[in-house]
């Protein structure tokens, strides 16, 4: 199992991600263009991902 | 793209998306962002009418119809609000629920409403698309089958207009 932090992001429909670094930023850039027809970059994903408060699962979840 | 708390919808152009179909003969709002408004940014150089067809076809499925039905400023945007249907057979696990009823948003002589739910906005959609079903022969031709024709018949029709 990894140490590494686990980041949350949210949006504004409902949709939510838990994960690492590398799994938070594609699933958000993801969502965000497939769903939302926005585009975004890594920097502005992390710039603005909190730490998850549960260490339940690493997969990002949808 | 921004994510003050979470990332929302920017862009001065916006889509507001009701997906709608029959359960039974019941109507219901469904969705990938669940049985709520599906909102979406527009750009150029595409249509809107194009870009909600190619979203939707991509996210949902193919769709019976899309139509924009009103508009308003909401969001630091212009959002345009469709009505999108589709096939039952699309809904598959997305969250969706019954439609109420609602009062309709009433503008002033000279000024927009000042405040308008989306259930405000989804009645007046349905409105518009009960129109449209008597009116336009494409829509009545898309809508003949099933019930569409009787469950629509409540929602006294009107035309396209501006909201807010």
Redesign the interface.
Known sequence: MSNEQLLH????????AVGTEDEIVPA?LDH?E????????RE??L???KPAEQPASAEPSE | ???????????PVQAEIFVVWLNGDALELTG???A?P??????EPEHPVA?VER?VR??VGPPVLVHSTSWRRDNDAVVLSFVVVIDASLVGDMASMPIARSELARSEATAAPTDIAYQQVLEHGLRHLAWLATDDPAVRDELSSGPWQRVLAPYIPEPFRALG
């Open positions: 992001v949210g949006c504004v429909c409902g949709w939510e958000v965000g497939r769903i939302h027809n926005m585009r975004g970059t502005q994903v710039a603005n991902a | 793209m921004s994510f003050p708390d979470g990332f929302k919808i920017e862009g990938p962002c669940g709520a599906w909102l979406i940014e527009l750009g870009a979203i991509d996210v």
